[in-house]
């Protein structure tokens, strides 16, 4: 069983970062992709980047230029860098990773961006 743990999120004024982290522990031998999902309240689950084991980033138009997605894969890690944070970006962020036919979520982490 895999089990990933997401830590990082909270409460930050417009303007202001965060950085999430979520490590993946388990029975794990090669993790393919990996990547940051964001439900807002009422709103379908949306993309926000991946990462495969080739590092080609991916960003949804929204984020572009502003959040950075990194991966460690000695430490079965996965990060989200954000900096320029937007009321609009105020959502529960879910990390997911892919082990070939199997994908995992995390347990999600809030980040509210409020003056």
């Known amino acids: 069983q895999v089990q990933l743990v997401e830590s990082g999120g909270g409460v930050v004024q417009p303007g202001g970062s965060l950085r999430l982290s979520c490590a993946a522990s388990?029975?794990?031998?090669?993790?393919?992709?990996m990547g940051w999902y964001r439900q807002a309240p009422g709103k379908q689950r949306e993309l926000v980047a991946t990462i495969p084991r080739n590092g080609r980033t991916n960003y949804a138009d929204s984020v572009k230029g502003r959040f950075t997605i990194s991966r460690d894969n000695a430490k079965n890690t996965v990060y989200l860098q954000m900096n320029s944070l937007k009321p609009e970006d105020t959502a529960a962020y879910y990390c997911?990773?892919?082990?070939?036919?199997?994908?995992?979520w995390g347990q999600g982490t809030q980040v509210t961006v409020s003056s």
């Open positions: 997911y990773m892919n082990l070939g036919n199997v994908g995992y």
């Open positions: 388990g029975s794990i031998f090669s993790i393919y992709v």
